[in-house]
């Protein structure tokens, strides 16, 4: 009789533990940006390495995952972020991105925002990774402001790297929980760069940084191609595709405090 009380202790246990212990990753699913007012048409998606090495650090330090896209549609990965440079000494790590890409279950079978939204209470955390796509779709989605406020209320971690701190600004300024907090992003001299010689065109949506100052965040920037992130309170935010050690590190900083206080 002991013995199938322990074990039902533990099996309950378990489960309490795999419903608080998952962080949502919020993908775009856009595979085409428009450029120059739509005279140029560009391949986009999520930027790979932006994605991978967040979805692998969380992993590796024990956490589960679900991902949600606009209607579930799976996300696509921007062309451009498969190659070398942004990988420096790690095409080992691209590789298993590639393949994991391909075959995982959950990746390929993506839950729509309207579901993650229904189950926003289930998650301790919530990730956006960067790249042209979000936006495309994230940007005018009802259900991002919703994710992004409850996360907020809750003091729970949430994660925008490089072009997603765009998203705090989806979030009305009268009701944005955001305002007055110290937050990174693509800074206006590396869009300029990614435009001019990457894209060779202008997107309709720019300038994230001089939107967030004038939303009333403080705005942090390093020089290009810098590994480097922000965090303040439940909020990280990191610049480029170079910053996935220092977004990393303080993300999970980040839900080891909220584990504590909760």
Not at 209 to 231: C, D, T
Not at 243 to 253: C, H, M, Q, V
Request: with cysteine; aromatic share 10%.
């Amino acid at each position: 009789m002991k013995i199938k009380i322990i074990l039902a202790s533990v099996l309950f246990t378990n489960m309490v533990y795999a419903q608080t212990n998952k962080v949502l990753f919020v993908m775009s699913a856009a595979n085409t940006l428009e450029l120059n007012n739509g005279e140029k048409l560009r391949q986009t998606g999520v930027f790979l390495n932006e994605f991978y090495l967040a979805y692998k650090s969380i992993i590796e330090a024990g956490y589960t995952v679900d991902f949600a896209t606009p209607n579930g549609v799976v996300a696509t990965i921007d062309e451009e972020s498969v190659k070398d440079k942004y990988w420096k000494n790690s095409l080992e790590i691209k590789n298993e991105a590639l393949a994991f890409t391909q075959t995982d279950s959950l990746f390929n079978n993506p839950k729509t925002l309207e579901q993650a939204v229904e189950r926003k209470s289930e998650y301790i955390g919530l990730i956006i990774p960067g790249g042209q796509g979000l936006m495309v779709d994230l940007q005018n989605d009802i259900n991002i402001p919703v994710l992004l406020k409850h996360f907020a209320k809750e003091n729970k971690p949430t994660g925008l790297i490089c072009h997603a701190p765009s998203l705090i600004l989806t979030i009305p300024k009268d009701e944005n929980p955001y305002i007055g907090f110290k937050v990174n992003s693509v800074s206006l001299f590396e869009e300029f760069v990614i435009e001019r010689f990457i894209m060779k065109g202008k997107p309709k949506n720019r300038k994230i940084a001089k939107k967030l100052k004038k939303m009333g965040l403080q705005h942090k920037s390093r020089l290009p191609k810098a590994n480097y992130a922000v965090k303040d309170r439940n909020l990280v935010t990191s610049q480029n595709p170079f910053s996935g050690t220092s977004f990393n590190k303080l993300y999970l900083d980040a839900l080891n405090e909220y584990l504590r206080k909760d």
